[in-house]
T-cell receptor
């Protein structure tokens, strides 16, 4: 497929556990973004990667959140010591350098119990 | 602070009943205003980008317009398959999009 791929699609975890979410961007897209969407709310920016530049981490809500990207390919978002307020859909998007529309994945629905 | 407000929160229309969704924004140096459609359980689907006041773009039954303070998404003769949440976002820089909370549209036959 040519779209942004995210895995897993659903994740249920116990409070206090660490989770890792994966994003495969569209081939050739140099920019990659992570967003969080709580139920009934808009998207909240988390982090942005552009090529080999230092990532913009200004949206990460706490030091329990971190993300990595290997070159211009796969990215992982890690949440350590999960809390119930971390429950949300985590969306990944990628785009070409043109600031036009980003292409979003289907998201990972995270439930912390 | 960059901010996006969408109204109404929810809109119910009869099939064929045209209407408009509003997106009001404040941003330092608008680089683009984006409209997305989001179906339940799915990621947002890109619809339009508008860059400057006066610009308009159309796609099927949808037309997006932009002024210096707001954007409208006009839906002409909607069909039930147009039911979705419509998200507006602005970019004051290339790296961040600031999203509104969305308008949930329901079109009934």
């Amino acid at each position: 497929g040519a779209g942004v791929s995210q895995s897993p699609s659903n994740k249920v975890t116990e409070k206090g556990k660490d989770v890792e979410l994966r994003c495969d961007p569209i081939s050739g897209h140099t920019a990659l973004y992570w967003y969080r969407q709580r139920l009934g709310q808009g998207l909240e920016f988390l982090i942005y990667f552009q090529g080999n530049s230092a990532p913009d981490k200004s949206g990460l809500p706490s030091d329990r959140f971190s993300a990595e990207r290997t070159g211009e390919s796969v990215s992982t978002l890690t949440i350590q010591r999960t809390q119930q307020e971390d429950s949300a859909v985590y969306l990944c998007a990628s785009s070409s350098p043109d600031p036009g529309g980003r292409s979003f994945g289907q998201g990972t629905r995270l439930t912390v119990v | 602070e960059d901010q996006v407000t969408q109204s109404p929160e929810a809109l119910r229309l009869q099939e064929g009943e045209s209407s408009s969704l509003n997106c009001s924004y404040t941003v330092s140096g608008l680089r683009g205003l984006f409209w997305y459609r989001q179906d339940p359980g799915k990621g947002p689907e890109f619809l339009f980008t508008l860059y400057s006041a006066g610009e308009e773009k159309e796609k099927e039954r949808l037309k997006a317009t932009l002024t210096k303070k707001e954007s409208f998404l006009h839906i002409t003769a909607p069909k039930p398959e147009d039911s979705a949440t419509y998200l507006c976002a602005v970019s004051g820089g290339y790296n961040k999009l600031i999203f509104g909370a969305g308008t949930r549209l329901a079109v009934h036959p």
